[in-house]
C-alpha cells in the first residue's frame, strides 16, 4: 500500500522536530475533539488535500464544507487518541505515521453533560473504541509552524453499534462543543 510505504529502521528527524510534530499531531486532534473548526481548517496549508474514507478533500474551502457538512457526526461523545506515532524525514518536511482511535465515550446527546463536567454512569458498554484508522500526515514546516499538506486516512474499522442512527450536521448540531467561553 503506497500510503503506508515501508519505514527505516532508524529515523533520521531531529528531537526537536519529532516533538513539534507529534504534538502537532495530537494538538490537532484536539481541535476536532472540542469542534474548533477554524484551528482545524488553518492545520492545513490551503492546498492540502486529505485523503478520507467519505472522499478526497482538496483545499481550505473543501475541508471547510467536509468538515461542516459531512464530518459532524464523527464528534460529539467521541475522544481522538493518536497512538504509536512515527515520525520520519519526507522532504522538506517529516511524515508522521500514527493509529487513531475514535473512543465514544457518550452519545451524542450526552455529550454536553460530559462537557458541562457531569460524570456518569454507563450500561451501554461506553466507552468503547468506535472507530479505528491508520494514519499518515505529510507535514511542512511554515512560518507558524507545522501544516498537514497531505493527510491519508486508511483502511478503517466502526463498531456500528456506536454510530448515530441519524448522522445528519443537523441532527448533531445540537450536541457539538462550543468554543464560547473558551
Do not use: C
Not at 510505504?5 to 486532534?29: E, H, K, L, M, T
Not at 484536539?30 to 474548533?36: A, K, P
Not at 477554524?38 to 467519505?54: G, Q, R, S, T
Amino acid at each position: 500500500m503506497a500510503a503506508f510505504a515501508p519505514i527505516s529502521r532508524q529515523g533520521a528527524v531531529n528531537a526537536d522536530d519529532r516533538a513539534s510534530a507529534v504534538d502537532f499531531v495530537n494538538r490537532v486532534n484536539w481541535f476536532f475533539e472540542t469542534w474548533d473548526v477554524e484551528a482545524m481548517i488553518d492545520a492545513f496549508l490551503p492546498d492540502a488535500v486529505a485523503y478520507h474514507f467519505h472522499g478526497t478533500i482538496r483545499g481550505h474551502a473543501e475541508i471547510r464544507r467536509f468538515f461542516e457538512h459531512d464530518y459532524p457526526y464523527l464528534i460529539p461523545g467521541v475522544g481522538r487518541h493518536a497512538t504509536n506515532h512515527i515520525v520520519d524525514a519526507d522532504g522538506d518536511g517529516v511524515v508522521v505515521r500514527y493509529q487513531n482511535l475514535l473512543i465514544r465515550h457518550a452519545a451524542p446527546e450526552d455529550a454536553p453533560k460530559l462537557g458541562a463536567g457531569q460524570v456518569m454512569h454507563s450500561d451501554s458498554g461506553l466507552p468503547a473504541i468506535w472507530l479505528y484508522s491508520p494514519m499518515r500526515d505529510r507535514l511542512r514546516k511554515t512560518s507558524t509552524g507545522w501544516k498537514i499538506y497531505e493527510r491519508y486516512i486508511g483502511g478503517s474499522i466502526t463498531n456500528r453499534a456506536l454510530t448515530p442512527v441519524d448522522t445528519s450536521a443537523v441532527a448533531v448540531a445540537p450536541y457539538l462543543p462550543s468554543l464560547q467561553g473558551a
